[in-house]
């Protein structure tokens, strides 16, 4: 494979990371197809279709909308993600809307959690919304199972050892 060959290029383009170093300073709206890494400072409204990561000195204020967000610095404001996770070095404040949330030990949280939104979350990527085709075919199926669980349950509360227990 030489330097110039296609397969290169594809790979580079599959791996693209967009960096804020540190010292910058952004004020606005940033839309990224690609992670981003931030280790300077962004005030505005920032839209990743992939991972957003706040390093140890990167802050930002405002809004975030990402498939994952990695916290380690400082974060004010909104953030929609699929999964959200605090660093010990990481402070979060505002809300959170997010079904996966993971705050390490050292890693603060001041505001509210909020479950996900179909909007604001998973309508980023269309690798997302086939995991949404997956998951509502997943909750049918867990919807059928409980269905089942309460006619074993219904049974289990007609037993003689159930309503002795219930007697007492």
Not at 134 to 160: G, L
Request: glycine content about 8%.
């Amino acid at each position: 494979m030489g330097f110039f060959s296609k397969h290169a290029t594809n790979k580079s383009q599959q791996s693209t990371t967009t960096i804020i170093g540190q010292g910058c300073t952004i004020n606005g709206n940033i839309r990224l197809t690609c992670d981003v890494h931030i280790d300077g400072f962004v005030e505005g409204k920032i839209v990743s279709d992939k991972t957003l990561i706040i390093s140890a000195s990167g802050r930002v204020k405002g809004e975030i909308t990402a498939d994952k967000v990695v916290i380690n610095g400082l974060f004010e404001g909104d953030c929609y993600a699929n999964t959200v996770e605090i660093l010990p070095n990481g402070k979060a404040h505002g809300s959170i809307h997010s079904d996966d949330l993971c705050i390490e030990r050292g890693g603060s949280f001041l505001g509210k959690t909020r479950p996900t939104t179909d909007e604001k979350v998973i309508s980023l990527t269309t690798a997302a919304k086939t995991s949404v085709s997956f998951a509502e075919t997943d909750a049918k199926t867990e919807a059928s199972d409980t269905s089942d669980r309460s006619d074993i349950s219904a049974d289990s509360v007609n037993s003689p050892a159930a309503k002795t227990a219930a007697k007492a």
